[in-house]
Protein backbone atom coordinates (compact mmCIF):
# COMPACT_ATOMS: atom_id res chain seq x y z
CA UNK A 1 0.00 0.00 0.00
CA UNK A 2 1.56 3.31 -0.41
CA UNK A 3 0.78 5.91 2.05
CA UNK A 4 1.11 9.57 2.11
CA UNK A 5 2.20 11.34 5.50
CA UNK A 6 1.45 14.97 4.98
CA UNK A 7 4.21 16.62 7.52
CA UNK A 8 4.39 20.69 8.01
CA UNK A 9 7.75 21.14 10.58
CA UNK A 10 5.56 21.43 13.59
CA UNK A 11 5.67 19.17 16.75
CA UNK A 12 2.59 18.16 16.38
CA UNK A 13 3.97 15.99 12.62
CA UNK A 14 7.46 15.18 14.24
CA UNK A 15 5.64 13.31 16.61
CA UNK A 16 3.47 11.12 14.44
CA UNK A 17 6.24 10.45 12.32
CA UNK A 18 7.63 8.77 15.39
CA UNK A 19 4.13 6.96 15.54
CA UNK A 20 4.75 6.30 11.84
CA UNK A 21 8.00 4.42 12.79
CA UNK A 22 7.02 2.74 15.22
CA UNK A 23 3.59 0.98 13.82
CA UNK A 24 4.27 -2.61 12.05
CA UNK A 25 4.03 -2.43 8.63
CA UNK A 26 3.06 -5.19 5.66
CA UNK A 27 5.72 -5.81 3.57
CA UNK A 28 5.46 -3.66 0.44
CA UNK A 29 3.88 -0.27 2.12
CA UNK A 30 5.72 2.66 0.80
CA UNK A 31 5.34 5.84 2.43
CA UNK A 32 5.79 9.68 0.82
CA UNK A 33 6.75 12.38 2.69
CA UNK A 34 4.82 15.46 1.79
CA UNK A 35 5.20 19.30 2.70
CA UNK A 36 3.54 22.04 1.07
CA UNK A 37 4.91 25.63 0.61
CA UNK A 38 1.55 27.94 0.70
CA UNK A 39 2.02 31.00 -1.56
CA UNK A 40 3.44 34.57 -1.11
CA UNK A 41 1.71 36.81 -2.06
CA UNK A 42 3.42 39.73 -0.57
CA UNK A 43 6.99 38.23 -1.39
CA UNK A 44 7.13 36.15 -4.42
CA UNK A 45 10.46 36.10 -4.55
CA UNK A 46 11.17 34.28 -1.25
CA UNK A 47 9.00 30.98 -3.03
CA UNK A 48 11.53 28.98 -4.99
CA UNK A 49 14.07 29.55 -1.06
CA UNK A 50 10.99 28.05 0.83
CA UNK A 51 10.41 25.24 -1.50
CA UNK A 52 13.82 24.27 -1.55
CA UNK A 53 14.06 24.47 2.17
CA UNK A 54 11.04 22.51 2.47
CA UNK A 55 12.33 19.61 0.28
CA UNK A 56 15.27 19.33 1.92
CA UNK A 57 13.36 19.19 5.24
CA UNK A 58 10.95 16.37 3.48
CA UNK A 59 13.80 14.40 2.36
CA UNK A 60 15.32 14.53 5.94
CA UNK A 61 12.12 12.91 7.64
CA UNK A 62 12.03 10.46 4.65
CA UNK A 63 15.31 9.71 5.84
CA UNK A 64 14.56 8.86 8.68
CA UNK A 65 11.59 6.45 8.44
CA UNK A 66 14.40 4.84 5.98
CA UNK A 67 17.07 4.38 8.97
CA UNK A 68 13.97 2.68 10.78
CA UNK A 69 13.83 0.25 7.41
CA UNK A 70 10.53 1.83 5.67
CA UNK A 71 10.65 2.65 2.02
CA UNK A 72 10.12 6.69 2.20
CA UNK A 73 10.94 9.29 0.00
CA UNK A 74 10.02 13.08 0.42
CA UNK A 75 8.22 15.52 -1.82
CA UNK A 76 7.55 19.33 -1.33
CA UNK A 77 5.08 21.31 -3.41
CA UNK A 78 3.40 24.82 -3.50
CA UNK A 79 -0.22 25.80 -3.55
CA UNK A 80 -3.06 25.61 -1.13
CA UNK A 81 -2.84 22.38 1.56
CA UNK A 82 -6.03 20.63 1.43
CA UNK A 83 -5.54 20.85 -2.55
CA UNK A 84 -2.36 19.59 -2.65
CA UNK A 85 -2.56 16.57 -0.02
CA UNK A 86 -6.14 15.40 -1.86
CA UNK A 87 -4.32 15.86 -5.49
CA UNK A 88 -1.01 13.82 -4.60
CA UNK A 89 -2.54 11.06 -2.98
CA UNK A 90 -5.17 10.95 -6.22
CA UNK A 91 -2.51 11.04 -8.41
CA UNK A 92 -0.09 8.50 -6.98
CA UNK A 93 -2.43 6.06 -5.63
CA UNK A 94 -2.03 6.30 -2.04
CA UNK A 95 -4.79 4.23 0.35
CA UNK A 96 -4.06 6.27 3.19
CA UNK A 97 -3.10 9.59 3.81
CA UNK A 98 -1.90 10.53 7.24
CA UNK A 99 -2.15 14.28 8.66
CA UNK A 100 -0.20 14.51 11.92
CA UNK A 101 -2.31 16.90 14.73
CA UNK A 102 -1.71 17.97 18.15
CA UNK A 103 -3.40 16.96 21.34
CA UNK A 104 -7.11 17.73 20.89
CA UNK A 105 -8.12 21.60 21.73
CA UNK A 106 -5.08 22.59 20.47
CA UNK A 107 -4.14 24.56 17.38
CA UNK A 108 -1.29 23.44 14.50
CA UNK A 109 -0.70 25.29 11.21
CA UNK A 110 -1.75 22.21 9.38
CA UNK A 111 -5.08 22.08 10.73
CA UNK A 112 -5.87 25.63 10.47
CA UNK A 113 -8.51 26.90 7.97
CA UNK A 114 -10.14 23.40 8.09
CA UNK A 115 -7.48 21.51 6.38
CA UNK A 116 -7.99 18.48 7.91
CA UNK A 117 -11.64 18.11 7.50
CA UNK A 118 -11.18 19.38 3.63
CA UNK A 119 -8.52 16.16 3.76
CA UNK A 120 -11.27 14.25 5.33
CA UNK A 121 -14.09 14.87 2.88
CA UNK A 122 -12.17 15.21 -0.60
CA UNK A 123 -9.32 12.47 -0.52
CA UNK A 124 -10.92 9.96 -2.41
CA UNK A 125 -8.70 7.05 0.46
CA UNK A 126 -9.12 6.05 3.36
CA UNK A 127 -7.76 9.49 6.12
CA UNK A 128 -5.90 9.21 9.59
CA UNK A 129 -5.38 12.25 11.85
CA UNK A 130 -2.73 11.21 13.73
CA UNK A 131 -2.08 12.64 17.27
CA UNK A 132 0.21 11.97 20.56
CA UNK A 133 -1.10 9.16 22.45
CA UNK A 134 -2.05 8.78 26.36
CA UNK A 135 0.78 9.23 28.43
CA UNK A 136 -0.42 6.75 30.79
CA UNK A 137 1.02 3.03 29.78
CA UNK A 138 -1.66 0.91 29.21
CA UNK A 139 -0.03 -2.36 28.61
CA UNK A 140 -0.49 -2.55 24.62
CA UNK A 141 -2.18 -0.85 21.65
CA UNK A 142 -5.66 -0.39 22.02
CA UNK A 143 -8.41 0.40 19.01
CA UNK A 144 -11.75 1.50 19.83
CA UNK A 145 -14.22 0.47 16.54
CA UNK A 146 -17.24 2.04 16.32
CA UNK A 147 -19.73 0.11 14.43
CA UNK A 148 -23.08 0.67 12.88
CA UNK A 149 -24.02 -2.23 10.60
CA UNK A 150 -23.63 -0.67 7.46
CA UNK A 151 -21.53 -2.49 4.72
CA UNK A 152 -18.89 0.25 5.16
CA UNK A 153 -18.43 -0.35 8.74
CA UNK A 154 -18.20 -4.08 7.73
CA UNK A 155 -15.73 -3.09 5.44
CA UNK A 156 -14.20 -1.37 8.20
CA UNK A 157 -13.95 -3.99 9.98
CA UNK A 158 -12.33 -6.43 7.81
CA UNK A 159 -9.71 -4.20 6.73
CA UNK A 160 -7.97 -4.54 10.24
CA UNK A 161 -7.85 -7.91 9.52
CA UNK A 162 -5.70 -7.69 6.68
CA UNK A 163 -3.25 -5.57 8.17
CA UNK A 164 0.01 -5.85 10.98
CA UNK A 165 -0.76 -4.77 14.52
CA UNK A 166 1.95 -4.47 17.13
CA UNK A 167 2.02 -6.89 19.87
CA UNK A 168 -0.73 -6.84 22.54
CA UNK A 169 -3.33 -5.23 20.48
CA UNK A 170 -6.51 -5.09 21.29
CA UNK A 171 -10.07 -3.94 20.06
CA UNK A 172 -13.23 -2.92 21.44
CA UNK A 173 -16.08 -2.76 19.40
CA UNK A 174 -18.59 -0.02 20.01
CA UNK A 175 -22.03 0.31 18.68
CA UNK A 176 -24.41 3.42 19.56
CA UNK A 177 -27.74 3.58 19.48
CA UNK A 178 -29.26 6.66 18.75
CA UNK A 179 -32.34 8.43 20.15
CA UNK A 180 -35.34 9.26 17.46
CA UNK A 181 -34.77 12.55 16.24
CA UNK A 182 -36.92 15.64 16.95
CA UNK A 183 -38.08 15.86 13.09
CA UNK A 184 -38.96 12.21 13.40
CA UNK A 185 -40.92 12.86 16.06
CA UNK A 186 -42.54 16.25 14.51
CA UNK A 187 -43.54 14.46 11.61
CA UNK A 188 -44.70 11.26 13.14
CA UNK A 189 -46.65 12.15 15.95
CA UNK A 190 -47.14 8.75 16.84
CA UNK A 191 -43.48 7.66 17.63
CA UNK A 192 -43.55 9.72 21.01
CA UNK A 193 -46.41 6.92 22.37
CA UNK A 194 -44.74 4.80 24.47
CA UNK A 195 -45.30 1.66 23.14
CA UNK A 196 -44.39 2.49 19.96
CA UNK A 197 -41.50 4.50 21.07
CA UNK A 198 -40.37 1.38 23.04
CA UNK A 199 -40.99 -0.81 19.66
CA UNK A 200 -38.31 1.97 18.07
CA UNK A 201 -36.03 1.53 20.84
CA UNK A 202 -35.63 -2.60 20.86
CA UNK A 203 -35.27 -2.78 17.00
CA UNK A 204 -32.38 -0.46 17.34
CA UNK A 205 -30.99 -2.31 20.43
CA UNK A 206 -31.07 -5.52 18.40
CA UNK A 207 -29.59 -4.04 15.12
CA UNK A 208 -26.58 -2.58 17.64
CA UNK A 209 -26.50 -6.09 18.90
CA UNK A 210 -26.15 -7.66 15.96
CA UNK A 211 -23.68 -5.25 14.52
CA UNK A 212 -21.80 -5.66 17.45
CA UNK A 213 -21.50 -9.56 17.27
CA UNK A 214 -20.60 -9.65 13.75
CA UNK A 215 -17.64 -7.50 13.66
CA UNK A 216 -16.28 -9.23 16.70
CA UNK A 217 -16.63 -12.61 14.22
CA UNK A 218 -14.79 -11.04 11.98
CA UNK A 219 -12.47 -9.79 13.90
CA UNK A 220 -11.75 -12.80 16.56
CA UNK A 221 -11.93 -15.04 13.32
CA UNK A 222 -8.25 -13.51 12.30
CA UNK A 223 -6.87 -14.15 15.36
CA UNK A 224 -7.16 -10.84 17.25
CA UNK A 225 -7.82 -10.05 20.66
CA UNK A 226 -11.55 -8.49 21.58
CA UNK A 227 -12.67 -6.81 24.60
CA UNK A 228 -16.01 -7.57 25.97
CA UNK A 229 -18.03 -5.38 24.11
CA UNK A 230 -19.74 -2.29 24.82
CA UNK A 231 -23.57 -1.19 24.19
CA UNK A 232 -24.16 2.28 24.46
CA UNK A 233 -27.58 3.46 25.64
CA UNK A 234 -29.36 6.34 23.93
CA UNK A 235 -27.33 9.07 23.44
CA UNK A 236 -25.53 11.28 20.41
CA UNK A 237 -23.00 8.51 18.54
CA UNK A 238 -20.17 10.92 18.33
CA UNK A 239 -20.26 12.67 21.85
CA UNK A 240 -20.12 8.68 23.14
CA UNK A 241 -17.26 7.42 20.97
CA UNK A 242 -15.17 10.41 22.04
CA UNK A 243 -15.93 9.88 25.68
CA UNK A 244 -15.38 6.11 25.07
CA UNK A 245 -12.05 6.87 23.17
CA UNK A 246 -10.78 8.85 26.55
CA UNK A 247 -12.56 6.78 29.30
CA UNK A 248 -10.32 3.14 27.44
CA UNK A 249 -7.17 5.47 27.16
CA UNK A 250 -7.80 4.33 23.22
CA UNK A 251 -4.45 4.85 20.95
CA UNK A 252 -6.69 4.67 17.63
CA UNK A 253 -10.11 5.01 16.82
CA UNK A 254 -11.11 2.95 13.18
CA UNK A 255 -14.58 3.83 11.67
CA UNK A 256 -16.24 3.40 8.32
CA UNK A 257 -17.57 5.94 5.92
CA UNK A 258 -19.41 5.86 2.47
CA UNK A 259 -17.25 6.05 -0.89
CA UNK A 260 -18.59 9.25 -2.05
CA UNK A 261 -16.44 12.67 -1.33
CA UNK A 262 -17.32 15.98 -0.66
CA UNK A 263 -21.11 17.02 1.05
CA UNK A 264 -22.84 14.11 0.25
CA UNK A 265 -21.67 11.96 2.49
CA UNK A 266 -23.92 12.04 5.40
CA UNK A 267 -22.36 9.38 8.11
CA UNK A 268 -18.68 10.76 7.31
CA UNK A 269 -20.24 14.34 8.36
CA UNK A 270 -22.64 13.74 11.04
CA UNK A 271 -20.38 10.96 12.92
CA UNK A 272 -16.77 9.88 11.50
CA UNK A 273 -15.88 13.98 11.18
CA UNK A 274 -16.70 15.61 14.62
CA UNK A 275 -15.08 12.43 16.11
CA UNK A 276 -12.09 12.48 13.92
CA UNK A 277 -11.47 16.51 14.75
CA UNK A 278 -12.20 16.63 18.18
CA UNK A 279 -11.21 13.05 19.78
CA UNK A 280 -8.18 13.05 22.18
CA UNK A 281 -6.65 10.13 20.09
CA UNK A 282 -5.82 9.42 16.75
CA UNK A 283 -8.60 8.82 14.12
CA UNK A 284 -8.82 6.66 11.21
CA UNK A 285 -11.61 7.15 8.64
CA UNK A 286 -11.79 4.49 6.13
CA UNK A 287 -12.97 4.60 3.01
CA UNK A 288 -14.12 2.11 -0.18
CA UNK A 289 -15.44 3.37 -3.04
CA UNK A 290 -18.65 3.06 -3.93
Given at each position: ????????A???S????RRV??????PG????VLT??EP?DR????????????S?????????LR???L???????????S???????T????????????????????????????V????H?SV????P?P??????F???????G????????V?LT????????????????????????Y????????A?A?????????????A???????L????L????T?????????????????R???????????G??G?S?????????P?A???????E?I????
Amino acid sequence: MKILLAWDASKSSECFLRRVAKDVWLPGTSFTVLTVVEPLDRAPGLEGQLLDRASRQADGCAAGLRAQGLDAIGIARQGDPSDVIVREATEMGAGLVIVGAPAAGRSTHLLGGSVARRVLRFAHCSVRICRPGPEADTGGFRVLVPVDGSDYSKMAVVSLTARAWPGQTVFEVLSVVEPVSASVRYLYPGYTESAEAARIRATAMQHAQEAIRTAEQTLTAAGLKVMDTVMVPMAAPEQLIIEEAARWQADLIVMGSHGRRGVSRFLLGSVSEPVALHAACSVEVIRHSS
